[in-house]
């Protein structure tokens, strides 16, 4: 028999003290890496052997190792622990930090750059999160996290900016390196410690399913979107800074104030979209529009470098369409991709991010070396051209939910039945039986389910 789903009990304190412990250590995390964004491509010329393509690779070079320890740091956790691996997590990074902040040559910020990314624990963050918290907040645990790395990424640009001019890209790292150990501090001293793992199948990929994602067209441009997206990030930021300062006369120690109003701005412009998109069933639009805005950024900058109003507009632009684009490609991701391989493509989602960062990075420093500033924003201009190409042809996703109903009286025998009668209630698109969890993962639209019915449903 199973255990109705009607409305859901409130969370408990320790659900709440683990969502927040582990949404304060990705935040801490995310305002490591990002703090440099804003001033690494003015200030790195002080490193003995920095040329425009190192200062590019050194930008970007924690997204390659991010990229590639994603998913086995994420399947590590299931051995040896949560816990265990996000520590081993952090200190990698604090490590990379120390590494970056002793640096005296390009070469030595690299790898200590790598070396932070090495520390990829985003994926045994959210199992962790998965197992702290009940099937039915799990959707908000998520969200919360999301909210948590957009607000780092707010602050760390507006607060890079303002602590490079009072001690410098040497105390930013040493300043990452202690916000990592406080992360540790609050992982063992605030969250709790599971009493059991689990495999979530929402939540973690199997190694088996990886071809069914790739063969999915509709969850490839989500990937290809993602991957693109912090591309254009990390160009971007490549070429902003020095934009700002040599064309636009904005002097140094003046961008956070520059950042911070239009960031602020930028994230409350983004709000009523996120609601059209989601609420009037809009999505698609939304998302074509944004990314369209973003082309339109990267064109003006190219075109206004020396009128500092033009290019703070279009930044406001630029940050507008991102926090969109941040905001609503999980949501698509979740729609788009089917139950059985949903972890699998989160985990490949996760990884094309961090590899659209290293990307990005990577050939906005080759980019100015060839055609300066007015290049590197062109040809973001030209990458977000092809974007709009692969997504006009996507479908408007269908606005669909996914509930996990626990099941107490489920064996290989009767899964199939069991699977076949929650398909029959009327609005249920989707059923996906786990016997070792005693689950079933239902994705239905919300519009057209029998709500009575999935309540009331039992074996």
């Known amino acids: 028999m199973t255990q109705k789903q009607n409305i859901p009990s409130a969370m408990t304190a320790l659900e709440k003290r683990s969502i927040t412990g582990l949404s304060s250590i990705f935040a801490l995390r995310m305002l490591g890496l990002f703090m440099i964004l804003p001033v690494f491509s003015l200030a790195a010329d002080q490193y003995n052997g920095a040329t425009p393509m190192l200062i590019g690779l050194a930008i970007g070079a924690y997204g390659l190792t991010q990229a590639l320890l994603q998913i086995p740091f994420g399947m590590l956790s299931d051995r040896i622990g949560r816990k265990r691996v996000i520590t081993i997590g952090l200190l990698l990074f604090a490590a990379g930090s120390v590494v970056a902040a002793l640096a005296d040559s390009i070469y030595m910020v690299i790898a200590g750059r790598l070396l932070q990314g090495s520390g990829a624990i985003a994926a045994a963050i959210m199992a962790l999160t998965a197992d702290l918290t009940r099937d039915e ?34 105390g930013i790292f040493w300043a990452t390196a202690l916000l990592s150990l406080v992360g540790i501090a609050v992982l063992h001293l605030w969250v709790p410690t599971p009493t059991r793992l689990v495999n979530h199948r929402d939540i973690e990929p199997a190694p088996q399913q990886f071809l069914n994602v790739f063969r999915n067209a509709d969850i490839m441009r989500m990937v290809f979107s993602i991957m693109i997206l912090h591309c254009l990030l990390t160009i971007s930021f490549f070429a902003l800074p020095i934009t700002l300062f040599e064309h636009a006369g904005l002097a140094k120690d003046q961008h956070a104030l520059a950042y911070l109003p239009v960031l602020i701005l930028a994230f409350i412009s983004m709000v009523p979209f996120i609601i059209i998109a ?39 632009l630029f940050f507008t369409a991102f926090n969109i684009l941040e905001a609503s490609l999980p949501s698509l991701m979740s729609k788009l991709s089917p139950l059985a391989n949903k972890g699998t493509a989160m985990g490949i989602y996760s990884s094309a991010q961090f590899i659209g960062a290293f990307i990005g990075g990577t050939a906005g420093g080759v980019l100015f070396s060839y055609f300066g500033v007015s290049g590197v924003f062109i040809a973001g201009a030209g990458l977000t051209a092809l974007w709009l190409l692969v997504i006009l042809p996507m479908r408007a996703p269908k606005h669909l939910s996914t509930r996990i109903i626990h099941l107490s009286d489920i064996s290989d025998q009767n899964a199939s039945n069991i699977a076949q009668k929650l398909n029959d209630i009327n609005g249920v698109v989707e059923t996906i039986i786990v016997v070792e969890e005693h689950v079933a993962y239902v994705k239905f639209s919300p519009d057209d389910i029998d709500a009575d019915a999935l309540d009331a449903f039992h074996a």
């Open 137 to 170: 907040h799990r959707t908000k645990a998520m969200a919360s996290i999301g909210i948590s790395i957009g607000l780092s990424f707010s602050v760390a640009l507006a607060a890079g900016a303002a602590l490079e001019s009072w001690i410098g890209l040497s």
């Open 278 to 316: 989601e609420k009037r069933r809009k999505m698609k639009p939304i998302f074509i529009g944004a990314i369209a805005a973003l082309a339109f950024a990267q064109l003006g900058w190219s075109q206004l470098s020396n009128s500092l109003t033009g290019m703070l507009f279009c930044l406001w």
